[in-house]
Every structure is written in C-alpha cells, then in structure tokens.
T-cell receptor, first 114, second 114 residues
Framework: GAVVSQHPSRVICKSGTSVKIECRSL??????MFWYRQFPKQSLMLMATSNEGSKATYEQGVEKDKFLINHASLTLSTLTVTSAHPEDSSFYIC??????????FGPGTRLTVT | AQSVAQPEDQVNVAEGNPLTVKCTYS??????LFWYVQYPNRGLQFLLKYITGDNLVKGSYGFEAEFNKSQTSFHLKKPSALVSDSALYFCAVRVSGGSYIPTFGRGTSLIVHP
C-alpha cells in the first residue's frame, strides 16, 4: 500500500518559536495533501488542503498566517507553526492523495509547546 | 452535506467475544464509507471501505462492516476480539462524485479485556 511519512514524530519547542513538520509520500506522487489536527480523545479536524504548486485552501477558523503550508513538490508538503504557543500543542496528521485515489495517512507528529 | 455519528465513546468487550462498533451517516447522495483504526500516538490506519456492491465488506485484521442503506449505518464488527484490537476507531463518509475529503466521526475507543 501507499506509504506516507511525517517528520519529526515528536517535537518540543519553546513558546514564540516556529516549528516545521514535513509530510512525504514515499512511493507515489501526491497531487493533494491534507493537514489535520487532533485534540486528545477527539476526532480529526481538517486544517487545510494543499495542491502541488498552488496555495493551500484553509478551513474556516484556521489562521493561514500561523499555519503556513507549502506543497513544493509532488512528494513533499510542509506545515510550519509560526510563533507557537502552548495552545498549539496537539497531534498533527497529514494525508496524501494521488488523483482519484483515497487518502493515505501519515503517522502523525506530536507537538508540545512549552 | 455529510456527517457521521459514532454514538459510543467507548466499547468494552472481553477477549474472544464478538465486537461491534457503531456508525451511522448522513449524505446527500451515494455514500463512500470508511473505517480507520488509530493506536496511541500514531496516525490512522485504513481498515476497510464500502464503495458499491456487496453490503458486507471484509477488511484488515479480521474486521468487517455491513452497509445498511435503510438504516444509514455502517457498523464495524469482528467475530472474536483480541486484546491487541484495543484502539481508537474512526468511521468516515464522503459522497460519491463529490470532494474527496471525508468527514470523520468523533471516534470510539475499543477496550478488549483479557
């Protein structure tokens, strides 16, 4: 099956700093990638959808200037949390899709902002 | 519009007993239905999906789900639960021919007791 990786799997950063999370499709070209946020014991909340080479589409209520998404190639998308605060601490999951195929999910990144 | 309901926050079952995790959905059109499993601090793993055809869908790890159009349900089942099945289970739906972005239920925690 299709494999999606995320790096890092876990990151701790200080309040006010920025942190970048990478999402890679390892064995297929992902025309579309998705970024989700998951709070403890809650469902996935779609943050944004990104298509290779174009600007990401953010869901309502998600600050685009805070959560910068770049989909620079067909195998890589990055999410940068800028000026992170403790309330940004969460589990971030990406997924990738190629053409008409279903989404394949990455293993997630645990962000802790101290 | 599309929505998913998982009415149970938690399901407890003894090892060796059959298990059922409930899911009902609402879509404007024909549904595509999915089940995913999430282990602690991990991303989502695909279990099975219903697109069309046989209402009983068989998936990974011995799980199956039955699509019931009249009851708008897609309950996940397994004849004999294992302790290792303990995890968080998500049902998801999207409408055929529409956006490829599914809507997730809030998740059901399955606990299998030895």
């Amino acid at each position: 099956g299709a494999v999606v990786s995320q790096h890092p799997s876990r990151v701790i950063c200080k309040s006010g700093t920025s942190v970048k999370i990478e999402c890679r499709s390892l064995d297929f070209q992902a025309t579309t990638m998705f970024w989700y946020r998951q709070f403890p014991k809650q469902s996935l909340m779609l943050m944004a959808t990104s298509n290779e080479g174009s600007k990401a589409t953010y869901e309502q209520g998600v600050e685009k200037d805070k959560f910068l998404i770049n989909h620079a190639s067909l195998t890589l998308s990055t999410l940068t949390v800028t000026s992170a605060h403790p309330e940004d601490s969460s589990f971030y999951i990406c997924s990738a899709r190629a053409g008409g195929r279903e989404q394949y999910f990455g293993p997630g990144t645990r962000l802790t902002v101290t | 519009a599309q929505s998913v309901a998982q009415p149970e926050d938690q399901v407890n079952v003894a090892e060796g007993n059959p298990l059922t995790v409930k899911c009902t959905y609402s879509v404007s059109g024909n549904p595509y239905l999915f089940w995913y499993v999430q282990y602690p601090n991990r991303g989502l793993q695909f279990l099975l999906k219903y697109i069309t055809g046989d209402n009983l869908v068989k998936g990974s790890y011995g799980f199956e789900a039955e699509f019931n159009k009249s009851q708008t349900s897609f309950h996940l089942k397994k004849p004999s639960a294992l302790v290792s099945d303990s995890a968080l289970y998500f049902c998801a739906v999207r409408v055929s021919g529409g956006s490829y972005i599914p809507t997730f239920g809030r998740g059901t925690s399955l606990i299998v007791h030895p």
